[in-house]
Nanobody
């Protein structure tokens, strides 16, 4: 059974940094894509970073230049380095994995339970 377990969330002041991790286990094969989504109260879930097996990455404008997605060589741990955090980055952050990269939240085959990030002024 595939499991994705996020960690590294917490509370930080605006301008600070956090590094999220996602530990994957139970794969029978490594997925082609992994990504991070976030959801803030009252807002739609948003993909904030995606990475494929060849380490090609993509970000929305809202986080480009501040967030960096990466994965270890074995492709079993996913990271999200978040710098220059803003209060609007406050959300629950989720790790996902699938064979496809650019799909909606509900289509990702594997999804974690999330880790909370809170950014205060």
């Amino acid at each position: 059974q595939v499991q994705l377990v996020e960690s590294g969330g917490g509370s930080v002041q605006a301008g600070g940094s956090l590094r999220l991790s996602c530990a994957a286990s139970g794969y029978s094969y490594n997925p082609y894509c992994m990504a991070w989504f976030r959801q803030a109260p009252g807002k739609e879930r948003e993909r904030v970073a995606v990475i494929d097996r060849n380490d090609k990455t993509d970000y929305p404008d809202s986080v480009k230049g501040r967030f960096t997605i990466s994965q270890d060589n074995a492709k079993v741990t996913l990271y999200l380095q978040m710098n220059t955090l803003k209060p609007e980055d406050t959300a629950m952050y989720y790790c996902v994995a699938d064979t496809n990269c650019y799909i909606g939240w509900s289509d990702w085959r594997y999804r974690g339970q999330g880790t909370q990030v809170t950014v205060s002024l």
